[in-house]
Every structure is written in structure tokens, then in C-alpha cells.
């Protein structure tokens, strides 16, 4: 399974950009989906997550200002980002599990988000 992230860019504080994540593969297979972030100061944090019901969750810092989604259809999964601030900087990495008697974990590679205040 390949997941190829795309979106990402430089926008200025308040500005919105949408990452968008293509899979290979069905996402029906996937048991959930997830966007990560990461700086070269801290871990990957889970930033939001999508089960294959449509539950969705959020890390308090995006709450509000973050949507995630998956468009079947089309294998993809977005996350629409708005109100962005400096503080949202990092790579943004898509995620994607499946529960086959264990768990399959797969990464697509990391999209750079820089906003400037």
C-alpha cells in the first residue's frame, strides 16, 4: 500500500490549505486514517484521525480550525486547515491502519506546511 500526501505550502497566519492523501489501494480496507505532524523539536503528534464509520477526533490545538474527511470514491483522505497559525508549522505525514488479525501500519511521506506571521 502506497500513500502519496500532497497540499502543502507556505501561507501566511490566518490563511487555509487542504492536504490531500491518495492510496493505492480501497480505503475501504483501512480501519481508521490519520494526519500526524512533526517539527525537528518535538515527535509525530496525531493531529486527527478518521475511523472507516466516519468517527472523527482532533488534538486540542486544532480543534475548531481543522477538518478531516475521506472521499471514498477517490481513495483519498483530506485535512481542510484553516486559521492557520506560525505555531502549525511542520511536515504533515497521512496514516493509514488495518486490523487483519494485527496491525498494518503504513506512512505516506511528509508534506512541508510553513505559515508566516
Known amino acids: 500500500v502506497q500513500l502519496q500526501a500532497s497540499g502543502g505550502g507556505l501561507v501566511q497566519a490566518g490563511g487555509s490549505l487542504r492536504l490531500s492523501c491518495a492510496a493505492s489501494k480501497s480505503i475501504f480496507s483501512f480501519t481508521n486514517m490519520g494526519w500526524y505532524r512533526q517539527t525537528p523539536e518535538k515527535q509525530r503528534d496525531l493531529v486527527a484521525s478518521i475511523t472507516s464509520g466516519g468517527r472523527t477526533n482532533y488534538a486540542d490545538s486544532v480543534k475548531g480550525r481543522f477538518t478531516i474527511s475521506t472521499d471514498k470514491a477517490e481513495n483519498t483522505m483530506y485535512l481542510q486547515m484553516s486559521s492557520l497559525k506560525p505555531e502549525d508549522t511542520a511536515v504533515y505525514y497521512c496514516?493509514?491502519?488495518?486490523?487483519?488479525?494485527?496491525?498494518?501500519?503504513?506512512w505516506g511521506q511528509g508534506t512541508q506546511v510553513t505559515v508566516s506571521s
Open positions: 496514516n493509514a491502519r488495518a486490523l487483519r488479525g494485527t496491525w498494518e501500519n503504513y
